[in-house]
């Protein structure tokens, strides 16, 4: 390659020299001789007859003048030499001729011939050996520049591969942790390109994983309540039927049994079985409504209605109840309480609410019940006075088969009453709730309220 550019240069340098000789300015073409043999260059200007062999030497670098001479043995072996490659025949249809011999020997020269005009010639030449040491030292400053670039580029690459592998590996240290189901651990997002939107996704994926365990960490304690709750209510079913069945039997057997029973007592047998009967009748019903409720089942038919109707005529129905406990009856009822919802359902609300009130309540107790119209809302409390429900107890009692007092098993409670208050007060997209306050316990749930 270096040697083909130092053709190039001497043919460049003979059409230089050779238009400054033609345009006849001696000094400009001496400059120009200076010039190139200062970049290691032999320059000959000689005339020649090819023909006859006859020639001069007008200017020779090696002897430094301008003088028509004859050829000294040094030039006349070059023209030998140029003779016998035929060069001047060459000339006829070429601007120049090139000698080199570069590959073969180190000692010789790289020669360029043009003819100038007529019998006159420029010869330049360049030692191979110039070519071959400056090329010798391009070839060692180059492998030390490559040598010390690619350390200087091993390097950079060292810092860019940590750097761009650094969040990779973040990535497979939080990801193994997602897998073993530990969600501490976050990416750090350092840029905005696919690491950047993986480690995002990557966070993003762990914070609802990590949403998800816990609700299922909290649906798995719900469930385990929900199944003890059940177990226990189990329990109590099968011990409270085994009552009421236990004595239909034995009084049913004892009627067979007994032929000189009088009417009074028989008849005190069949109501005893009636009763005992309807108590189990009254249980498999609320058991079935409960099951109807959250099966989706019955749909709710939703009218405007007044729920002052349902609180007077609830409170008359169990007037009975309230007079046996010796319980006063207190009402503190807005005027304006028309209500949206399903009448039937709602009615089915409060009947509970207000029968576990008196159910709870302390005999000569009270029994307090108000409605409070606020923000398109009205919100319908039922008080008692009594026993507080413990705290432990207070975020459960509406689940179903949930008994707060589990020794109470004489009352007919299975916890399926608050369970349907749940229901049907879901059903309608509302709120409900309950609370302990001085001297008793509050119920209460929303309804929407309509103005007329």
């Keep these: 390659m270096y040697t083909n550019d130092k053709i190039k240069t001497l043919k460049s340098g003979v059409d230089n020299i050779k238009s400054k000789y033609l345009s006849g300015n001696m000094n400009s073409t001496v400059d120009e001789i200076i010039n190139y043999e200062g970049q290691n260059m032999t320059i000959c200007l000689f005339s020649l007859n090819t023909e006859t062999g006859i020639g001069e030497i007008e200017y020779f670098s090696r002897q430094k003048y301008f003088s028509l001479n004859p050829f000294d043995d040094e030039v006349l072996k070059l023209i030998n030499n140029l003779y016998r490659e035929n060069a001047f025949n060459e000339l006829k249809n070429n601007n120049y001729y090139v000698s080199n011999r570069a590959s073969d020997r180190h000692d010789n020269d790289i020669t360029v011939l043009s003819k100038v005009k007529d019998d006159k010639y420029i010869l330049m030449q360049t030692p191979v050996k110039f070519i071959k040491d400056m090329s010798d030292s391009a070839v060692n400053y180059s492998m030390y520049i490559s040598i010390f670039s690619l350390f200087i580029v091993a390097v950079i690459i060292y810092f860019v591969a940590d750097r761009t592998t650094k969040p990779i590996r973040q990535l497979q240290v939080v990801a193994n942790k997602i897998s073993n189901l530990n969600f501490s651990e976050r990416c750090d997002i350092l840029s905005r390109d696919e690491i950047g939107l993986l480690s995002a996704s990557i966070n993003n994926m762990a914070d609802r994983l990590q949403e998800y365990v816990e609700k299922l960490k909290d649906d798995l304690v719900k469930l385990e309540k929900s199944d003890k709750m059940t177990k226990q209510f189990i329990a109590n079913v099968s011990h409270d039927f085994k009552t009421p069945l236990t004595l239909i039997m034995s009084y049913s057997e004892a009627l067979i049994d007994m032929e000189d029973i009088d009417e009074e007592t028989k008849k005190d047998y069949l109501n005893i079985i009636i009763n005992e009967g309807r108590k189990m009748s009254e249980f498999v019903q609320e058991l079935l409504k409960l099951s109807q409720l959250e099966g989706g089942m019955i749909k709710l038919e939703k009218s405007n209605f007044s729920i002052n109707e349902i609180i007077e005529d609830t409170i008359y129905k169990n007037s009975i109840m309230t007079m046996e406990k010796n319980i006063s009856v207190e009402k503190s009822i807005s005027d304006n309480s028309i209500v949206y919802g399903d009448y039937f359902r709602i009615e089915q609300v409060f009947q509970n609410l207000y029968e576990n009130a008196v159910k709870y309540c302390d005999s000569d107790g009270i029994v307090r019940v108000s409605t409070f119209v606020k923000d398109s809302r009205c919100r319908i409390s039922i008080f008692n006075t009594g026993k507080k429900i413990p705290d432990e107890d207070i975020d459960n009692i509406f689940i179903s088969f949930y008994r707060a007092d589990k020794s ?40 929407e309220n309509v103005d007329i």
């Excluded at 709730?433 to 001085?438: D, F, K, R, T, W």
């Design 408 to 447: 109470r098993k004489n009352m007919g409670s299975y916890g399926l009453g608050l369970a349907i208050v749940k229901v049907i007060i879901d059903m309608h997209n509302e709120k409900y709730g309950v609370q302990n306050v001085e001297n008793g316990v509050e119920f209460w749930f929303e309804l």
